[in-house]
């Protein structure tokens, strides 16, 4: 049993195809849910996804513009299994990645974060460049062994997330948080596809400015937490 959080904004092109897809791949899986959390989209995303029919698919619409990490956190909350899944919204991720990841995750059985890799990288060499600077500069401190925190396709358990301070661009520092809170993190190379439709629109502006501001966050957030268990 799990749920697949997806953040979209602006994305009408995309959804009724990318809901197909996920239930073509999960379709041998467990009980699941899809929830979509629509971020104020103002093109016709919320007409098309209330047309979406399947006992499947739970809609969650932000009251005002939130954000990728709000996003996701928003979707959590209404979520109705405790395995969660993570991914976006603009089909660059491939929901055949989802049974795999899974399945290294229920391998486990103990509390840990499953992180998709993304493998020959659709996007602009801007958008390559500025992640692979900042993933440098955040794995030098963390020691997390994340060569892509930018990848969506994540598989964690949702007590544990929650239980993260939260701010916004946390989506981006889950293999450093659970790292630092002493959970163990897999990682598996995943698909990454060309947008066909639709543009960005998360994650581009300021990419590497914000990655590396909220890199101090993170610090304190792991360091208050390690300081904590100290005194226990």
Do not use: W
């Not at 997390?144 to 989506?171: M, Q, R």
């Amino acid at each position: 049993m799990f749920s697949i959080i997806i953040p979209i904004y602006n994305e009408a092109d995309n959804i009724l195809p990318l809901i197909l897809e996920i239930q073509e791949s999960v379709s041998k899986q467990d009980n699941y849910e899809v929830i979509l959390v629509n971020d104020c989209s103002n093109d016709n995303t919320s007409d098309i996804i209330k047309k979406i029919n399947s006992r499947f698919v739970k809609i969650v619409s932000n009251s005002v513009r939130s954000g990728q990490s709000k996003s996701i956190r928003n979707g959590i909350l209404k979520s109705s299994f405790n395995t969660i899944v993570t991914m976006d919204g603009d089909r660059q991720n491939n929901p055949k990645d989802i049974p795999k990841l899974l399945e290294l995750y229920k391998s486990k059985n103990k509390d840990c974060l499953v992180s998709g890799i993304r493998i020959n990288r659709k996007d602009s060499l801007l958008k390559i460049v500025s992640s692979k600077i900042a993933n440098y500069v955040r794995g030098k401190i963390f020691k997390d062994g994340c060569k892509d925190t930018g990848c969506s396709l994540k598989v964690f358990d949702k007590k544990i997330f929650l239980n993260f301070p939260f701010f916004n661009g946390i989506h981006r520092f889950l293999p450093s948080l659970f790292v630092g809170y002493n959970y163990d993190v897999y990682y598996l190379l995943v698909d990454h596809r060309k947008r066909e439709k639709g543009k960005s629109n998360y994650g581009t502006f300021d990419r590497l400015y914000r990655g590396i501001v909220d890199i101090y966050k993170v610090r304190k957030i792991i360091k208050e937490f390690r300081d904590q268990n100290a005194k226990l």
